[in-house]
């Protein structure tokens, strides 16, 4: 059984981190520090922060030994946005873990911060989702790859839904892999008004290029396919991302391969 603790050991640290590579999964990652000693092993991570509907749970359940003067980064799943709560919040962090010679397993909650900022943008941005949400869904659809010189065609799909917000999108940002041939400010305009009671379904073909040929920067991507769709609230200028699914990111990523003549 875990013995209950009143905090970490001296010289163990907790940051809370977000990588490019967490955005499309919406993870993100605990990073423990060891400046002792003594190994540490870390199992159970659980990140509790009002912003979220429920705490941050461990992705792979197994435990990590960190050795004296190293750190590991804990990867936990973001649970949905609470959007009652102010975008400053205070968090902590409960670890399940062995230090030292201790055989016993004690557990330990502390304050935990992001270290670069990201989770009172992230409930923002995702709270800002959601009031849009009111009016209309909007999501990816099919992708039509092209051959080499021309755009390919990505839908986005607009779905009404039964609230009675106001909502136009006005535009979608280019990444840092895709861009459009119309692209304003790295922004494609759009003009889609989700306002009022005769609202219809809408499907945008969004004429898109790659931005680079880099074939290093392609293979290395984290955040090519996580698009930022601006749009008008309740008449309150906003934007959240929208990102491809996995299966959807495989091909726009085979197809820039090919484009690119990798």
Known sequence: MATPSTGLPAGVTVELRQTRADVAFRQAAVEVRNATAEPLVVADVSVADPRFAAPAERVVDRASRIAPGASVDVRVQLADVACDVPDEAAAT?????????????????????????????????ECLQAEAERSARVAFGRFTPSPPGEPARLEMVVTPTAGTGALRIVGIRETNLLTTPDVEDSVHPLDIDQTGPDRSAATVELPILPARCDAHAVQEDKRGTVFRVLVEVDGRAGSFDLAATPELRGEILGWIAEWCGF
């Open 93 to 125: 962090v409960t670890l399940h873990y062995r230090w030292g010679e201790d055989d016993a397993e004690a557990v330990a909650t502390v304050p935990i911060v992001d270290a670069v900022p990201f989770v009172a943008a992230l409930h923002a941005n």
